[in-house]
């Protein structure tokens, strides 16, 4: 990216603390990675506090898990970090969960806040496709809600952009216990890897 407006991007999203003066308890410092351009974009959900405190998006146990589904498709962990951009729908570590379930899900205002830097990230990136991960990332995307076993296995097209729905990989979502969610992932990665990838690296 040649016309700074990516550099001005990122610099605005590290020095952004829209949230906290909103009075979300958030740990201020936006998390993202990944070029721009690049042909697939991975947008998560927020970031947690192991993303937050060595600032690289799914670091802890949800990226392990989601980097061996991504390896189900024939993508490997270090050229994916290296050649697609990753970020999230908020981009600031939202606190833990009031109950102690896992992390706070960021509330409808925060979601709002961060939008235009999503926004934007999109406009800059130019994916050709995405990977909308968790449901709060793949109703954002598509814009409208959407039950997850609707959703996973199925692609979508959304502004000229392929999405494709995948589940959040956290251990706290007991989703993917049922065999026939097991059984969407699978459709979803094999998806990825005949259809979307040669689209990608196209
Ligand atoms: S989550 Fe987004 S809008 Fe909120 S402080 Fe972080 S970068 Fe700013």
New binding site residues.
């Given amino acids: 990216m040649t016309d700074g407006r990516w550099a001005a991007l990122q610099a605005e999203?590290?020095a952004?603390?829209?949230?906290?003066?909103?009075g979300?308890d958030?740990e201020?410092?936006?998390i993202f990675s990944g070029p721009a351009p690049a042909p697939l974009m991975l947008i998560g959900q927020?970031p947690g506090i192991t993303e937050a405190q060595v600032k690289r998006p799914f670091n802890a146990s949800s990226g392990t898990r989601l980097f061996q589904w991504l390896a189900r498709a024939g993508l490997e962990e270090d050229d994916f970090r290296r050649r697609y951009y990753m970020t999230a729908v908020?981009?600031?570590y939202?606190g833990k969960h009031p109950k102690g379930k896992g992390d706070r899900k960021?509330s409808t205002a925060?979601q709002k806040?961060?939008r235009p830097?999503l926004d934007r990230e999109i406009e800059l990136v130019r994916p050709r496709v995405i990977l909308a991960v968790g449901g709060l990332a793949i109703e954002t995307v598509l814009g409208r809600k959407i039950r997850l076993e609707e959703a996973v296995g199925h692609t979508f097209k959304v502004g000229g952009r392929l999405v494709l729905p995948l589940p959040h990989p956290s251990g706290a979502s007991l989703w993917l216990n049922q065999p026939e969610n097991q059984a969407r992932l699978a459709r979803a990665l094999a998806i990825l890897k005949d259809e979307l990838l040669p689209l990608v690296e196209a």
């Fill in positions: 999203m590290r952004c603390r829209a949230c906290l003066e909103a979300y958030i201020a410092g936006a927020a908020t981009k600031c939202p960021p925060e806040l961060c830097f």
